[in-house]
């Protein structure tokens, strides 16, 4: 068959079945968001796979021009538009199940006719089992969940994971990067912890407080002003080019990266933030947007973040200089408490935020920092990161600062009197 024929067929047969059904019925708002994602996740996630199977033997291309990394790019966004875009057009009508067996016998069916394109090897069905468990199940999973508007918090952690994929670890891999010395490598790695902190604690902070995520049509239903927010209006925007500034020092093709971030930023999405959040949030949005810049942080936290409490046991002797430490730095919205006087009795040092939020422990001590300034912050921030979060935690209870024996505070007991 002609080669040109087999990459035609397989690009446009999948996209314009898909073009005519969005015609026929046109999504919804979240119904976009799933496209959007699940079609993105798919791109992303077959082509590491693809790479994986020229290098592992299971398939091949023979491709002359519209490769990356030796795969036809034809190839790889027709069958994107199958499993992230047929798929999830499925999805309005059958469960998962259902449209996972029949984007599979297709798959099966059409990839040994991509001859001489594709040339199978003898595993080829190891290949496909790792595309189906790494693209087409998250990517549908990711889909189902958005449209539903369900499980925001594995949503949001797939969602990051496409981020970082998409705008970290391909452009990086299609670089100059992985090419430099070992202690270059290090450097920068220990570098991008700080953006790495920042993007992590904004896209957590539009989860727990927002009830959203970063993406525009799956966005927060409340305004978000705390964490990161309360220092920069576009904490994530801002973590990218930093990130890509740390990658332009080992391929000056990042520059460009920074330039298209920062186009992007203060261009169609500052337009796009300002409308919408003016007429959903009208007075708050407007304080908010003329106490905190886009770009550049401010030292210390919005005055106008909802405000908290830190409660922190007064007679015991490892904890009153810590309460102390805090009320010396004049926190912003935070007020430091006895335990003694907590109203429900705690056991560690807790946070607690007018919005319903609470941590406690270390994380405690982390949150509060996010009251002090930003130098605090960022510490706070790095040490609300999964792994330094739980290794701090164990430190401080080896060192002495675990929880209490008895709860600290709480209701009165009546005990009955002795004759």
Known sequence: MDPALVRGVALFGPVLLL???????????SETAALILAITWNTAALAGV?????????WTFHA?????????????LGWAALWGGLAVVALRRLPVPLVVG?????DLAVMPLGEPVVLLGDSWLLGETVAVLAALVPGLLLARWTATGRHLLPRVALQAVLAVSVMIVLPVAWS???????????????LLLVPGALVTAAVWEFARTGRGTPLPYDPPVRLVTTGPYAYVRNPMQ?????AYLVLAALDVRFLLAVAVAVAYGAGLAAWHEDEQLRGRYGGAWTAYRSAVRPWLPRLRPFPGTPPAVIWIAGGCDRCSPVADWIRRRRPVALTVRAAEDHPEGVRRMTYERADGFRARGVAAWAHAAGHLHLGWALLGWTLNLPGPAHFAQLCADAFGAGPSARPVGGPPVDRPSRA
């Open 19 to 29: 073009a005519v059904l969005l015609r026929h019925r046109p999504p919804g708002r």
């Open 50 to 58: 693809n790479a994986l199977a020229v290098r592992a033997g299971w």
């Open 64 to 76: 002359e021009g519209g490769t990356a990394d030796g795969v036809p790019v034809d190839l790889l």
């Open 102 to 106: 029949p984007a599979v016998w297709i």
């Open 176 to 190: 100059r990067v992985p090419d430099r010395p070992g202690w270059a490598l290090g450097l920068a790695a220990q």
């Open 238 to 242: 801002t973590s990218m080019a930093a």
